[in-house]
Structures are given as structure tokens and as C-alpha cells.
T-cell receptor, first 113, second 110 residues
């Protein structure tokens, strides 16, 4: 069974730029959730995708957007980057909506200068 | 607003000690409570507790859910240096999100 993978590992951007982060879900999982983890904080829910549709969204502005593809991999896009967007972005996959067991990838560390 | 509070925020112990980490929650709805271990980046799943499964054990780790007190504890017995990590508690109020606490940073000294 392949685990959750994310790319890139690290990324440095400047304010105002746009970024795309990628996630491949664990084999057999059709649900992907994205979280933002600032330093010293717990992960905060951004949104979830289930069968290519957004299934729920946290308290993040519209410049955070996403996609899920037919193979259940997913992208997180952030436009007009701000300094406060610097964080670890985690992707988690799960098997459907009946379970809350989410398995996390290694994350992408985004630094905005 | 859904809220998860963990205590203590950090803890330093010696190898062989037993530790208890606490998690309390206030959520509009409750489906399950999960514990994760975060060493470098990826939180690693430890346990999921629900109304039908309030106690879980795996090796030296065990966890109990108290639905009356809206809380959970994670016990680690005979701690080892490899147990050093941040332990995250999360509550699922629905099928979508997990609401996380800030975590407890555990340091186990030899």
C-alpha cells in the first residue's frame, strides 16, 4: 500500500506570487483534506475533496482553492501570497466519508518572503 | 466555535517514566477523537476513539475517551527516547474536518 505523498518538499515564494502544492492520496482512498500548520500550532482545516467535489471548507479566504483529479490526487492553489501564509501544508487522505481516520503526507514547507 | 485544548503544552521526562497527556474538547457535534504523533513533519495516526470504542491500546500506548467529561487521555508507559515528539489530539465533529489542539511536546531524556 502506497502512502500519501506531497510535492514539493520545500518552497520559497515572495509576497503576491501564486503557488500550487500537490498531493497523491494513499492507495484505495478517495477523500483528500488539506491543512495549514503554522509554527507551534496544530493543523488547521482548509478544505476537503471527495470524489472530485469540495466537500467542506474551513475559515480560509477564497484565494485558497483546490482541485481533485479522477485518480483522487489533489492540488492546493494559493493566490496573492501573504507573509502569514508561511506554514507547513499537510495533505491527508481517507477512505470515504464514513470514517474520520485520516493519514497524512510529509507536508510542504512554504516560506513567503 | 469548535475547540480542542491539550495539556500540558510541553513535558520533559526520563526514560522509563510513565506520562499522561490530556485533551479536552468543546464541539457542536462529536463523531470521533483521534491521537497523532508528529516527529518531523507528517502526523502519524495512533488511535481513533468513538462512542462505540472508548478505549484503545497498542503496546506501551493506551487511550481512553470520557464522553461525559468531554476529554481523553493518552498514556505512555516505560517511555523511550523514541517517544519524543509532539502528540496531537483532534476531534471530528463531522465527516469533513478534524479540529486539532496545539499539541503536547514530549521530550524523553536518557
Amino acid at each position: 500500500e502506497t502512502g500519501v505523498t506531497q510535492s514539493p518538499t520545500h518552497l520559497i515564494k515572495t509576497r503576491g506570487q501564486q503557488v500550487t502544492l500537490r498531493c497523491s492520496s494513499q492507495s484505495g482512498h478517495n477523500t483528500v483534506s488539506w491543512y495549514q500548520q503554522a509554527l507551534g500550532q496544530g493543523p488547521q482545516f482548509i478544505f476537503q475533496y471527495y470524489r472530485e467535489e469540495e466537500n467542506g471548507r474551513g475559515n480560509f479566504p477564497p484565494r485558497f482553492s483546490g482541485l481533485q483529479f479522477p485518480n483522487y490526487s489533489s492540488e492546493l492553489n494559493v493566490n496573492a501570497l501573504e507573509l502569514d501564509d508561511s506554514a507547513l501544508y499537510l495533505c491527508a487522505s481517507s477512505r470515504g466519508l464514513a470514517t474520520n481516520e485520516q493519514f497524512f503526507g510529509p507536508g510542504t514547507r512554504l516560506t513567503v518572503l | 466555535e469548535d475547540k480542542v485544548v491539550q495539556s500540558p503544552l510541553s513535558l520533559v521526562v526520563h526514560e522509563g517514566d510513565t506520562v499522561t497527556l490530556n485533551c479536552s474538547y468543546e464541539v457542536t457535534n462529536f463523531r470521533s477523537l483521534l491521537w497523532y504523533k508528529q516527529e518531523k513533519k507528517a502526523p502519524t495516526f495512533l488511535f481513533m476513539l468513538t462512542s462505540s470504542g472508548i478505549e484503545k491500546k497498542s503496546g506501551r500506548l493506551s487511550s481512553i475517551l470520557d464522553k461525559k467529561e468531554l476529554s481523553s487521555i493518552l498514556n505512555i508507559t516505560a517511555t523511550q527516547t523514541g517517544d519524543s515528539a509532539i502528540y496531537l489530539c483532534a476531534v471530528a465533529p463531522d465527516s469533513e474536518k478534524l479540529v486539532f489542539g496545539k499539541g503536547t511536546k514530549l521530550t524523553v531524556n536518557p
